[in-house]
Protein backbone atom coordinates (compact mmCIF):
# COMPACT_ATOMS: atom_id res chain seq x y z
CA UNK A 1 0.00 0.00 0.00
CA UNK A 2 1.21 3.71 -0.87
CA UNK A 3 0.43 6.55 1.29
CA UNK A 4 -0.74 9.86 -0.52
CA UNK A 5 0.47 13.35 1.15
CA UNK A 6 -3.44 13.80 2.74
CA UNK A 7 -5.18 11.03 4.04
CA UNK A 8 -7.69 10.89 1.10
CA UNK A 9 -5.43 10.05 -1.24
CA UNK A 10 -4.33 6.98 0.18
CA UNK A 11 -4.21 4.13 -2.49
CA UNK A 12 -2.80 0.93 -2.89
CA UNK A 13 -1.08 -1.18 -5.93
CA UNK A 14 -1.93 -4.00 -7.09
CA UNK A 15 -0.71 -6.42 -10.60
CA UNK A 16 -3.40 -6.72 -13.29
CA UNK A 17 -2.94 -10.81 -12.32
CA UNK A 18 -3.82 -9.79 -8.57
CA UNK A 19 -6.75 -7.76 -9.46
CA UNK A 20 -7.93 -10.44 -11.88
CA UNK A 21 -8.12 -12.62 -9.09
CA UNK A 22 -9.13 -10.98 -5.81
CA UNK A 23 -11.83 -8.18 -8.00
CA UNK A 24 -14.88 -8.92 -5.46
CA UNK A 25 -12.76 -8.42 -2.58
CA UNK A 26 -10.90 -5.08 -4.21
CA UNK A 27 -14.39 -4.04 -5.03
CA UNK A 28 -15.71 -4.09 -1.68
CA UNK A 29 -12.51 -2.97 0.39
CA UNK A 30 -12.76 0.03 -2.16
CA UNK A 31 -16.43 0.69 -0.82
CA UNK A 32 -15.56 0.08 2.42
CA UNK A 33 -12.69 2.23 3.07
CA UNK A 34 -12.72 4.81 0.53
CA UNK A 35 -8.93 3.83 -0.93
CA UNK A 36 -7.91 3.82 -4.34
CA UNK A 37 -6.54 0.91 -5.86
CA UNK A 38 -4.59 1.55 -8.84
CA UNK A 39 -4.03 -2.01 -10.89
CA UNK A 40 -0.72 -1.98 -12.61
CA UNK A 41 0.13 -3.99 -15.92
CA UNK A 42 4.32 -4.76 -16.22
CA UNK A 43 5.11 -1.72 -13.42
CA UNK A 44 2.85 0.63 -15.19
CA UNK A 45 -0.03 1.58 -13.82
CA UNK A 46 -2.82 0.88 -16.05
CA UNK A 47 -6.25 1.63 -14.19
CA UNK A 48 -8.03 2.35 -10.98
CA UNK A 49 -10.33 1.25 -8.31
CA UNK A 50 -12.09 4.58 -7.23
CA UNK A 51 -14.85 4.47 -4.40
CA UNK A 52 -18.27 5.99 -6.68
CA UNK A 53 -18.38 9.78 -5.01
CA UNK A 54 -14.97 9.93 -6.51
CA UNK A 55 -15.78 9.05 -9.89
CA UNK A 56 -17.60 11.34 -12.27
CA UNK A 57 -18.50 11.19 -15.82
CA UNK A 58 -17.68 13.82 -18.41
CA UNK A 59 -21.02 15.34 -18.26
CA UNK A 60 -20.52 16.06 -14.45
CA UNK A 61 -16.62 17.52 -15.19
CA UNK A 62 -18.03 19.79 -17.96
CA UNK A 63 -20.67 21.04 -15.29
CA UNK A 64 -18.51 21.64 -12.78
CA UNK A 65 -15.70 23.47 -14.81
CA UNK A 66 -18.92 25.75 -16.34
CA UNK A 67 -19.87 26.80 -12.83
CA UNK A 68 -16.10 27.40 -11.95
CA UNK A 69 -16.01 29.59 -15.29
CA UNK A 70 -19.47 31.51 -14.60
CA UNK A 71 -17.51 32.05 -10.69
CA UNK A 72 -14.99 33.72 -12.28
CA UNK A 73 -16.31 35.84 -14.93
CA UNK A 74 -18.40 36.82 -12.05
CA UNK A 75 -15.57 38.37 -9.82
CA UNK A 76 -13.90 39.31 -12.96
CA UNK A 77 -16.64 41.34 -13.33
CA UNK A 78 -17.21 42.51 -10.01
CA UNK A 79 -13.13 43.40 -9.82
CA UNK A 80 -13.32 45.45 -13.46
CA UNK A 81 -16.12 47.40 -11.47
CA UNK A 82 -14.23 47.81 -8.18
CA UNK A 83 -11.00 49.23 -10.28
CA UNK A 84 -13.38 51.87 -12.16
CA UNK A 85 -14.72 53.41 -9.25
CA UNK A 86 -11.29 53.55 -7.59
CA UNK A 87 -9.85 54.99 -11.22
CA UNK A 88 -12.80 57.54 -10.98
CA UNK A 89 -12.40 57.61 -7.22
CA UNK A 90 -8.59 58.23 -7.78
CA UNK A 91 -9.36 60.74 -10.78
CA UNK A 92 -11.53 63.23 -8.41
CA UNK A 93 -9.05 63.27 -5.66
CA UNK A 94 -6.34 64.10 -8.02
CA UNK A 95 -8.27 66.79 -9.30
CA UNK A 96 -8.89 67.79 -5.91
CA UNK A 97 -5.18 67.94 -4.90
CA UNK A 98 -4.27 69.51 -8.22
CA UNK A 99 -6.96 72.79 -7.54
CA UNK A 100 -5.60 73.14 -4.15
CA UNK A 101 -1.84 73.18 -5.53
CA UNK A 102 -3.13 75.67 -8.09
CA UNK A 103 -4.78 77.47 -5.82
CA UNK A 104 -1.43 77.80 -3.19
CA UNK A 105 1.05 78.78 -6.27
CA UNK A 106 -1.31 81.32 -6.95
CA UNK A 107 -1.25 82.86 -3.40
CA UNK A 108 2.60 82.07 -3.20
CA UNK A 109 2.47 84.08 -6.86
CA UNK A 110 0.97 87.24 -5.35
CA UNK A 111 3.32 87.56 -2.69
CA UNK A 112 6.66 86.08 -4.57
CA UNK A 113 6.07 86.95 -8.40
CA UNK A 114 8.27 84.75 -10.91
CA UNK A 115 12.05 85.84 -11.30
CA UNK A 116 12.34 87.44 -7.44
CA UNK A 117 13.12 83.79 -5.38
CA UNK A 118 15.28 81.43 -6.80
CA UNK A 119 14.17 79.03 -4.69
CA UNK A 120 10.45 79.66 -5.19
CA UNK A 121 11.09 79.51 -8.72
CA UNK A 122 12.72 76.29 -8.89
CA UNK A 123 9.48 74.55 -6.73
CA UNK A 124 7.42 76.41 -9.12
CA UNK A 125 9.07 74.63 -12.24
CA UNK A 126 8.77 71.22 -10.20
CA UNK A 127 5.05 71.66 -9.73
CA UNK A 128 4.29 73.20 -13.32
CA UNK A 129 3.42 69.88 -15.05
CA UNK A 130 1.28 69.51 -12.03
CA UNK A 131 -0.62 72.58 -12.26
CA UNK A 132 -1.84 72.77 -16.10
CA UNK A 133 -3.52 69.91 -16.75
Known amino acids: MVAGTRPNDARREVT ?4 RTRLVQLVRLTALTDL ?4 TDAGRPAAALV ?8 AQVRAAAASA ?5 GWVHRLEAE ?3 LAQQHSAELG ?7 RAW ?11 DRDVDEMRAAHNRYLHR
Open 36 to 39: VTII
Open 106 to 116: AALDRFSPAGK
Open 16 to 19: IHEA
Open 83 to 85: RLR
Open 96 to 102: AVTDALA
Open 51 to 58: PVEAARNK
Open 69 to 73: EAAAA
